[in-house]
């Protein structure tokens, strides 16, 4: 395979080139972290951790309450999170009998 800015070869299954930096291929861009909208029991923080992480919400949620009960750390960390996480942004949907405006 070879890079589409510097033209030079480059592994086959890579994603970013060794010559130049520049991102390769159809590889996908990194999810962010965010308070979900839904699904959430207090502020998100360890539902947001969890689909970041890819993890399931309770081991997080556990993980969580361990750590605030064993150091109090976890509570602290819970609300700096809770204040430093961005909420996931609403989507809002067109209204059902809107029309589509064109200009001539």
Do not use: H
């Amino acid at each position: 395979m070879y890079c589409n800015y510097c033209g030079k070869v480059i592994q086959d299954d890579a994603n970013v080139c060794a010559y130049c930096g520049i991102r390769v291929g159809a590889s996908t861009a990194r999810k962010r972290l965010v308070r979900p909208r839904q699904g959430r029991k207090i502020a998100g923080v360890c539902a947001g951790c969890a689909e970041y992480f890819d993890i399931d919400v309770t081991v997080v949620r556990l993980t969580w309450l361990l750590t605030a009960f064993m150091t109090g750390i976890g509570l602290v960390a819970y609300l700096i999170a809770w204040i430093v996480v961005p909420e996931e942004p609403l989507l809002v949907s067109p209204p059902v009998g809107a029309q589509r405006v064109t200009e001539p």
